[in-house]
């Protein structure tokens, strides 16, 4: 295990009491998390954040509150340098299924988002550079229709990273994926937080493994009981649920999964889970 | 050969083109060959329709036809397409709401309104045909709209798109190709209603008149002949929307199964 030197700075990213009630139940409560600017040095080092969560707890609401997509019952979501708060479009947000124009080609999907940031012949020479980076060149004329998996969701991710302000946000990005296809969605994920200091890629997932692998900083969602014992409404994230994986000394490795001490936080998490 | 009674098979072009050709050949023979009493044989039908087109101007007809038909599907389309793309706005759900029910009112009553409020009796036919159509498609068209997901929409507002602007990159652009699929559907409706409004407002002529006239005279061969001749414009028109579609939304079968 080997500790990286880290400094944090300003926030970028801070969920403030929010929760949520849905056709009278209440999903999520009081969920606390703020995501900061790490810095490493001499590097460019963005950062990427995990919320677990197991299924039908209310990852995808959460993402959809953090996308500014639906607003909390009550707290705020507050993001950039600036904290301001979340409007659609601040963030950019992979959905589970990648979606993209299905009437658009590949290079005008990203030039249609381009544009929302870059006067034309700008947003061109964007779109350009995103598809040589994100090795989709050759498919450009391409509809969405004819893409693989793999292209579809680098696609995805390249057109929320060409308008979204450095924060995106992955909802499930490694469910139904097989290995090979796990990997090239973490090596997406790595180039995308080192092509600059403040991107940031929140990841919400069920996949503890992966997420903690790449994550420095991981929130766990869950139940909270009460003094009596029974179970209180709406998934919440308690305080001895948020871990700094760069403090632990986990976070920016490169095969860290063989790590002995990353076998035993994720047995820890799995423990944590199946008592909340 | 299996693979054509096969579930789901997708048989060589070939092969399905040869199965086509027999199954129309062996029809034509059964219709060549055993003439049922009642129904006109395949001679008297020819010798119909050369009669009809030399000497009742049936070109003629199904042109001024047509035309009419074409007039009215591309006024409905407007119409219909601007009633269903307001259903965003709450305010006009209970028009298009209206407008769909609209297609149970029969049209034979409804032309005595028309007439009160044209002149002409070309413009009495064009106003029924228009508002058949419009009904039809405002159904049709609705139905697309209301097909959009929360995920298609989430993803254009993720990209910090307006809520008009993802109703039009979305709704109105997204789904023109499925448009266009309802409107070839319902042109046939059109054909339905222009024999019937034919015959309501003789003055014009066209082909719904002539097939009236030879249904009157129970000129059977007449009759099967003119349908036949709606069946074969129809099947071009429907091949002319299929055309436009690949050419104009190529990426519209990418996805089909």
């Known amino acids: 295990m080997t500790a990286h030197s880290y400094a944090y700075r300003d926030p970028i990213l801070t969920l403030n009491n929010v929760s949520i009630t849905l056709n009278n139940e209440q999903i999520l409560r009081d969920i606390n998390a703020q995501v900061l600017d790490v810095t490493r040095p001499n590097m460019q080092q963005g950062q990427v954040v995990g919320f677990y969560g197991r299924s039908g707890i209310g990852k995808s609401v959460l993402c959809r509150i953090m996308a500014g997509l639906v607003a909390p019952g009550t707290g705020t979501v507050e993001v950039g340098l600036a904290q301001q708060p979340v409007t659609p479009g601040m963030v950019g947000f992979v959905q589970q299924r990648y979606p993209l124009f299905d009437h658009r080609t590949l290079h005008d999907n990203l030039l249609v988002a381009a544009q929302r940031k870059h006067a034309p012949a700008d947003a061109r020479q964007h779109v350009d550079a995103y598809l040589e980076r994100f090795g989709l060149a050759p498919h450009r004329r391409k509809y969405p229709a004819l893409l693989s998996g793999g292209q579809r969701q680098r696609a995805a991710i390249a057109q929320q990273l060409l308008c979204s302000d450095h924060l995106i946000l992955l909802d499930e990005p490694f469910s139904g994926l097989d290995v090979a296809m796990i990997d090239e969605v973490k090596r997406i994920i790595v180039e995308v937080t080192t092509m600059d200091e403040l991107n940031t890629v929140i990841i919400v997932s069920h996949d503890i493994v992966t997420t903690t692998a790449l994550a420095d900083r991981l929130w766990l969602l869950g139940y909270e009981h009460d003094a009596a014992g029974a179970l209180v409404p709406g998934a919440t994230i308690s305080p001895q649920h948020q871990y700094n994986l760069a403090e632990m000394g986990l976070a920016w490795h490169e095969n860290v999964e063989a790590e002995p001490e990353f076998a035993q936080f994720v047995e820890h998490i799995k423990q944590e889970i199946r008592g909340s | ?257």
Do not use: C
């Open chain 2, 1 to 257: 050969m299996k693979s054509l009674f096969a579930p789901n098979a997708q048989p060589a072009r070939l092969v399905f083109t040869t199965m086509v050709i027999g199954q129309a050949s062996i029809l034509l023979l059964l219709w060549l060959f055993y003439p049922m009493q009642l129904f006109p044989s395949l001679g008297e039908v020819v010798r119909s329709l050369g009669d009809l087109i030399t000497t009742q101007g049936l070109i003629q007809e199904l042109w001024a036809s047509m035309t009419t038909a074409i007039e009215a599907l591309a006024v409905a389309t407007v119409l219909a397409l601007l009633i269903s793309y307001l259903t965003a706005l709450p305010f006009f759900r209970p028009i298009a709401y209206a407008a769909s029910k609209m297609r149970y009112l029969t049209l034979t009553g409804l032309t005595f309104f028309m007439a009160l409020m044209v002149s002409s009796g070309h413009q009495v036919k064009l106003s029924v045909l228009i508002f058949g159509a419009t009904v039809y498609l405002v159904t049709g068209m609705t139905s697309v709209i209301l097909t959009t997901t929360q995920e298609e929409m989430d993803h254009a507002r993720t990209l910090g798109m307006s809520e008009w602007r993802s109703f039009y990159e979305v709704v109105v652009l997204g789904k023109l190709d499925e448009m266009l699929e309802v409107v070839r559907q319902n042109f046939a409706i059109i054909w339905t209603m222009i024999t019937l409004v034919e015959t309501l407002y003789q003055s014009e002529g066209g082909i719904g008149l002539l097939l009236y006239k030879q249904n009157r005279y129970l000129h059977l061969d007449g009759v099967l002949a003119i349908q036949l001749v709606i069946l074969a414009t129809g099947a071009a028109q429907d091949y002319v929307f299929v055309l436009l579609r690949r050419v104009f939304f190529p990426y519209s079968s990418l996805g089909a199964a």
